[in-house]
C-alpha cells in the first residue's frame, strides 16, 4: 500500500524553529502550485501501477491557509483506500467550525496541530499565531467537529 505527502509551501510567518522549505502566502502563489500540483499528479499517476494508496498527508508550511475546497481538491487526487488515513497539518488559529466540518466532507479524518507549547511567553518567543487558549479552543472545536484522530 503506498502513502503520498503533498507539501504546502506557504507560511503567514516563519517561525524560528522551522527548517522546513516555505514562502509567504499569495493567492497567485497558492493557485500557480496547485495548478502544478495537479500535473505532476497527472504525470506520476502511472507510477502507482494500481496499488491502492493508504496514507495521504498534507503537511507543511502550513496547509489550513488553503480553503477547504482547495483541500478537497487535494483528498480527491490519490486513488486512495477506503479506510485511508487522511492527515492534514493546521495551525490552531485557522481551526473554525466552518473549517472542521469543510475538513470532515473532503475526507480528512487526522489532523496534526502545530501548538508547539501551552505557554504563551514561548509561544510568542517562537513567533507562533497563536496563543494557548486558542490552541486549547481549537483542539475542542476539532473532537467536537469529529475529528477524534489528532496529534
Known amino acids: 500500500m503506498a502513502g503520498i505527502y ?8 516563519k517561525c524560528i ?8 502566502v499569495t493567492a497567485e502563489k497558492r493557485s500557480a502550485y496547485l495548478a502544478a500540483l495537479s500535473k505532476e499528479y497527472d504525470a506520476r499517476l502511472g507510477e502507482l501501477q ?6 495521504l498527508y498534507i503537511g507543511g508550511g502550513t496547509p489550513s491557509l488553503l480553503s477547504v475546497d ?14 485511508a488515513e487522511v492527515t492534514v497539518e493546521v495551525n490552531p488559529d ?24 501551552f505557554c504563551d511567553e514561548e509561544l510568542e518567543f517562537l513567533r507562533r499565531r497563536h496563543n494557548a487558549a486558542q490552541a486549547k479552543a481549537a483542539v475542542a472545536t476539532l473532537r467536537d467537529g469529529g475529528i477524534a484522530n489528532l496529534s
Open 6 to 13: 503533498i507539501h504546502i509551501p506557504f507560511c503567514a510567518t
Open 17 to 24: 524553529y522551522c527548517d522546513f522549505f516555505s514562502v509567504a
Open 50 to 55: 494500481g496499488e491502492e494508496v493508504g496514507t
Open 70 to 83: 482547495e483541500i478537497a481538491g487535494l483528498v480527491s487526487m490519490p486513488v486512495l483506500s477506503a479506510d
Open 94 to 117: 485557522d481551526v473554525t467550525p466552518d473549517f472542521v466540518d469543510g475538513l470532515k466532507r473532503a475526507g480528512v479524518n487526522r489532523v496534526s496541530m502545530g501548538v508547539q507549547s
